[in-house]
């Protein structure tokens, strides 16, 4: 017999997509995002041998009585071959989250983990399911439909509208940014899960500061400028929010 931990909220897709009447804030989003990418990153970076999971998506996310984040269901998960020519001969994953690199390759590694994690922030930026079958056929994929949006410069379109504010901008600017990253077609150009975790934390520490809430056109004035996000700049380039609190700390704000 078997016994597990009881879990009171059930899985991060019945969160977001069981009822869009209740209300989820910026910081408990991005609390639930940082601690899913913190067991990723435990997994890829810290377990040896290292573990991939191979099945990221919303309803392998439980989540506790205090909305604590745990990643589960590792029935696709694959101790990470030690010989790189070694191939799967199955593609195993989710509609909707398969990295398309290992769909083509049929080689999962830790980057095919972080595709899927960044479908997962989708999930908490829009509130819209990763595959919808009953869209029109270039809304199916939800992060085809989130890359489509970016290009134009037209993110606020596909936001929730429970955080889609002047006030939440900024933050989830960043998180727009990481989640294209985790994105890319390429695996070698997307960053790792300790990475994405790291990142992650910033924002939320940034988010915890009681001078966070304002008016973000004023924290941009103050700090000289906007907090520009470009697509042409890797996990580590862009001058971000984080950056800009510290230096708003130095500086005695």
């Not at 913190?38 to 392998?60: C, F, R």
Request: glycine share 6%; proline share 3%; hydrophobic share 40%.
């Amino acid at each position: 017999m078997l016994v597990y931990e009881f879990i009171p909220n059930g899985t991060l897709f019945h969160l977001i997509h069981g009822s869009h009447d209740r209300h989820i804030s910026l910081t408990t989003r991005l609390q639930i995002a940082y601690e899913s990418a913190e067991a990723l990153a435990y997994l890829h970076s810290w377990a040896s041998p290292q573990i991939l999971h191979g099945d990221i998506k919303s309803s392998n996310i439980l989540l506790d009585g205090n909305f604590t984040a745990k990643v589960t269901d590792f029935g696709a998960s694959i101790l990470a071959p030690t010989d790189e020519a070694q191939f799967v001969t199955l593609v195993q994953g989710t509609c909707g989250y398969l990295d398309p690199e290992y769909m083509q390759t049929c080689q999962l590694t830790d980057k095919s983990d972080v595709y899927s994690f960044g479908v997962v922030l989708l999930e908490l930026l829009t509130r819209k399911k990763a595959f919808n079958l009953n869209g029109e056929e270039n809304e199916r994929s939800l992060s085809m439909r989130f890359l489509s949006t970016v290009k134009v410069n037209k993110l606020e379109d596909i936001l929730d509208e429970q955080i889609n504010n002047e006030e939440n901008m900024g933050f989830l600017e960043e998180i727009a940014e990481l989640a294209r990253q985790c994105l890319e077609m390429c695996g070698e150009n997307r960053p790792s899960m300790k990475e994405v975790a790291e990142k992650l934390n910033s924002l939320r520490k940034v988010l915890h500061h009681p001078w966070a809430q304002q008016n973000f056109e004023e924290m941009e004035s103050l700090l000289g400028g906007p907090s520009v996000v470009s697509s042409e700049v890797g996990s580590t380039g862009f001058f971000s929010i984080e950056k800009k609190s510290i230096i708003a700390l130095e500086s005695g704000r």
